[in-house]
Structure formats: C-alpha cells, structure tokens
C-alpha cells in the first residue's frame, strides 16, 4: 500500500460514514445511504456551496436512496445494462427516470457495460434532441462537468 501511495503523489485521508448520518468535513457535507447491490454498497450526496452531487456507488437506488438524491445539481449513476435488469446494477433508462424524478440537473451515466457502450451514447444524443430539462453525459476519462 506504501507505493500506492507514493506513485498517486498526494495524502489521502479517508472519511468512514454510516448510512443515514450526516457529516461536515473540508467545508463539504457528506451524507450516505445504502442501495442495492448484492454486497454493501453505498451511494454518497456531497453538497458545498448551494451545489449538490450524488454518486450511485455500484447498485440500484433504494427508496431511500431516492430521497437522498432529490435536488441534487448532478447525479453521478452506474447504468451496467441499457433495460435489462441485472442484479445489483441499475439500467440507463432506471438512471434517467430517477435523475427526473429527483429533479436534477445533470445525469451522467457511468459503469456502462463496454459492449453496449455505443448503443448508450447513440440513445442519449436521440435524447438530448427532445430532452430540455435534463442533460443526460456520458463521461469518458479526463472529462469535467461544471455545475
């Protein structure tokens, strides 16, 4: 582990946070709750500064989860399949209906399975054509999105 952390050239200090507990740390607001995946898995809101991010973690939303991600700015989603349920990963449309259930501004799909990976961007630019009140990304490394 020491030379994992020599090569990334920067301290990283690790925050524990339990489902459903709310915490304050580097001027940032965590908070967590489980969704469903076949092994503990937790999805995270981070909010600083008026703005808000959720990130899925690797499952499906729970109820709860749900209600942790209203309002956020971005939702940060793993979609393995585009409808086909697969235990434990949510799907690009269950990603796109919670995004506008929540409300929120930016979706970005991510954990995308590599063979349907075309088909999903060729879904999502037919949809942004139509789509005003969501923006739908699918991320590729070294993207940014500013909220």
């Known amino acids: 582990m020491a030379r994992f952390f020599e090569k990334i050239g920067f301290h990283l200090r690790f925050i524990e946070i339990e489902p459903g507990e709310k915490m304050e740390d580097f001027g940032l607001s965590f908070q967590s709750d489980e969704n ?15 703005k808000s991010i959720y990130y899925s973690g690797d499952g499906k939303p729970t109820e ?5 991600a209203k309002g956020s700015h971005l939702i940060i989603h793993e979609a393995f399949h585009m409808d086909k349920e697969i235990p434990g990963h949510g799907t690009v449309s269950g990603a796109i209906d919670m995004a506008r259930q929540c409300e929120a501004q930016t979706l970005a799909i991510v954990h ?4 349907i990976r075309e088909q999903v961007n060729d879904r999502v630019r ?3 054509d139509s789509e005003r009140s969501l923006k739908i990304v699918v991320p590729e490394p070294g993207d940014r999105i500013t909220l």
């Open 112 to 115: 995308i399975q590599r063979e």
């Open 36 to 50: 469903s995946h076949s092994q503990r898995d937790l999805a995270l809101k981070i909010d600083a500064q008026g």
């Open 64 to 68: 709860e989860c749900m209600e942790l």
């Open 126 to 128: 037919k949809m942004m």
